[in-house]
């Protein structure tokens, strides 16, 4: 990485020495069903990469409060300590979501006053029939398919101390945002956003949707092998959806399983990894922490930023 510079990089076994008390705050039963379709994570992984990872984010929060306190002395006046919010990003397959539900609920035990929620951005992408008539529905996950401005009107709410802020829900299985359903943010300590333009640039706005971010965890690997994991949970989703004629997927999974793979092949290689080549890597270097992966899901080093 061109900008390994701003990093010190940490191997595994130098890392997993950092914070260790012996203690693992779930079982293995939890984990696995933390885990997404596909992805491969241990307990020792717990252990070596995740248990640390969480003490650090727990250094960066009492350092936010300290500065909050700080402001307060200041204007002479008291200053609520705003929601803590972490962004996570990657590419589409590299493992975001099972890192992110894995740290939410490993701070939620760590650190248990704390109420920790999360998000993925998937719900601000606009609707399919939205993709249609703007003629992008083949951008779908690149920077104009997102409505970025409600994302970011989300986040302001969310720092500003709003309570019971409605996040439109995505499904993965009709591949399209719900209509009029919803999720609710509501005053949360700490906030999680998965999602891979969490470290973009929106289009014609001045302002970075990490801006708004306390900390943010890049998820990276070679591409060639993000597009093997793509390829097989594809695969893994053809051998359930067939049973399920309103999945997105039936419709290649009652077809010739060869001419799906060949199209899963096509859209990883016109489409996600045109995205992940054009605006998911140049923002790796935002990233307070990168965990890189190697074969199997496993992280073999990690990233710390310098400044």
């Known amino acids: 990485m061109a900008e390994n510079i701003n990093y010190y990089q ?7 020495n950092f914070y260790n008390n012996g203690k693992t705050p779930l079982t293995q039963e939890e984990l696995d069903s933390i885990k997404s379709l596909n992805d491969r994570i241990s307990m020792q992984d717990v252990e070596d990469v ?77 609707p399919n029939q939205v993709l249609k008539d703007r003629g992008i529905m083949d951008r779908k996950g690149f920077p104009e398919s997102y409505d970025m401005e409600h994302l970011i009107q989300f986040l302001n709410e969310v720092k500003s101390g709003k309570d019971n802020i409605p996040v439109p829900v995505y499904s993965h299985t009709v591949y399209d945002v719900i209509e009029g359903e919803y999720e609710y943010i509501d005053c949360p300590d700490i906030l999680i956003v998965e999602g891979i333009n969490t470290l973009q640039l929106p289009q014609n706005q001045q302002i970075y949707v990490s801006d ?26 053809l051998t359930t959806a067939f049973l ?22 096509e859209v990883w290689e016109n489409v996600n990894l045109k995205n992940l080549t054009e605006y998911i890597l140049p923002t790796r270097g935002r990233a307070d922490i990168i965990l890189h992966k190697t074969k199997h899901h496993l992280i073999d080093e990690i990233y710390l930023r310098k400044y």
């Open 212 to 237: 708004f971010f306390d900390f943010s965890i890049f998820v990276d690997a070679n591409p060639d092998l993000i597009e093997q994991w793509y390829l097989e949970r594809f695969e893994s989703l």
């Open 50 to 126: 995740y248990i640390p990872l969480c003490h650090l984010i727990h250094l960066y929060m009492k350092e936010a409060e300290s500065l909050t306190l700080s402001k307060g002395l200041f204007l002479h006046r008291y200053v609520k300590t705003p929601p803590f919010i972490i962004g996570i990003a990657g590419s589409v397959a590299v493992g975001k979501s099972t890192t992110a539900r894995l740290v939410q609920t490993l701070l939620s035990r760590l650190f248990s006053r704390r109420k920790v929620q999360l998000i993925t951005t998937d719900g601000f992408l606009y």
């Open 10 to 16: 940490i191997p595994r076994t130098e890392w997993q």
């Open 244 to 265: 399920d004629p309103t999945n997105y997927y039936y419709q290649f999974a009652i077809g010739d399983r060869q001419e799906a793979l060949a199209m899963a092949r």
